[in-house]
């Protein structure tokens, strides 16, 4: 389940014109970046054995610099990986500050929701 929700979202994010890790860096110096999170999974809500929500965070990491040109390239990557996510997943979006090596980013962190159904 957890791997399969993984490689299938960072499948779409392939192309991408800023780098997608399947983890958080050791540092930012790549920012942006792209990072495709670790999920949480819930079972329905009535208590089906075979039904879960996976809830994958893709994290959109930004620059440092606090300017006009900085919020706009975090928009702009974002706005690309929520069109790669659209036609396939529901999502949500919230915007958020991520620590990586005890620094601060702006991020956007996109909560790609996934159902799944196992027979």
């Known amino acids: 389940m957890i791997a399969t929700a993984r490689a299938d979202v960072l499948k779409l994010l392939q192309g991408l014109a800023w780098p997608v890790f399947p983890y958080y860096p050791e540092d930012a110096a790549m920012v942006p970046c792209v ?9 329905s809500e009535d208590y089906q ?5 996976t809830r994958l965070p893709v ?3 930004g620059r440092r610099i606090g300017d006009d040109d900085t919020q706009d390239e975090l928009d702009r990557v974002s706005d690309e990986v929520i069109e790669r996510i659209i036609p396939y997943h529901q999502f949500n979006v919230a915007p958020g500050i991520e620590t990586v090596a005890g620094l601060g980013y702006p991020a956007y962190v996109v909560t790609v929701i996934i ?3 196992l027979c």
């Open 115 to 117: 159902a799944l159904r």
């Open 49 to 53: 054995p075979s039904d879960f929500t």
């Open 35 to 43: 990072v495709v999170g670790r999920p949480t999974i819930d079972q």
């Open 59 to 61: 994290i959109i990491l």
